[in-house]
């Protein structure tokens, strides 16, 4: 016969039991506090930009984005920089977006940000970051430099906070 349950064990059953149902809860509780708002305050669901095409995007009109290969003075040996031209019409509102960013598509998925430190002559008019006063339409001017092997297509990723979590990914073959 089976001996009934006798000792520590009944005598701190409720407590096992009340561990049995708060540490899971708690785990669960934990986990949602720490990635629940870095999912919703985070760059995750691409809206997908086709070349030539242009989008909506937090009260914007973003694209068409168009990249080509260029050479600069002082670019390093076994490089190469990308320059991509992102067309902005901010409407009624300005934009405030982040900087775009330069990713791979397919082989190493590598990604890149912009540089301004590559010997290109200064021009007042030219934009590398978005004017988050600007209510004009303007073109963002960045340079990437790469290694000598990416040769793309590659994806140029535009996100505004307030527009968090969809962000415009815009493929681009230079």
């Known amino acids: 016969m089976v001996e009934p349950v006798t000792g520590w064990w ?9 561990l049995v149902v ?5 785990a669960a509780t934990i986990l949602w506090n720490e990635t ?3 999912v919703a305050n985070s760059p995750t669901r ?3 930009l086709a070349p030539g095409a242009t989008t909506e995007y937090a009260g914007a009109t973003v ?8 050479e600069l003075p002082l670019q390093p040996q076994s490089t190469r920089v990308v320059t991509v031209a992102v067309e902005v019409d901010p409407g009624e509102e300005p934009l405030a977006c982040t900087r775009p960013v330069l ?3 397919g082989g190493r998925e590598r990604q890149w940000t912009a540089t301004s430190d590559l010997g290109r002559e200064w021009d007042p008019d030219r934009q590398t970051l978005c004017d988050s006063e600007a209510t004009a339409p303007f073109t963002l001017e960045l340079d990437y430099l790469v290694p000598e092997d990416a040769s793309g297509p590659f994806a140029v990723e535009v996100g505004s906070p307030a527009a968090y979590p969809e962000f415009v990914s815009a493929v681009v073959a230079p």
Do not use: C, D
Not at 22 to 26: G, N, Q, R, S
């Open 46 to 48: 691409a809206i997908a």
């Open 103 to 105: 990713r791979e598509v």
């Open 36 to 38: 629940a708002p870095g």
């Open 10 to 18: 009944r005598a701190n059953a409720v407590g096992l039991g009340a």
């Open 22 to 26: 708060l540490v899971p809860a708690l």
């Open 63 to 70: 694209g068409p984005v168009t990249a080509e290969f260029t």
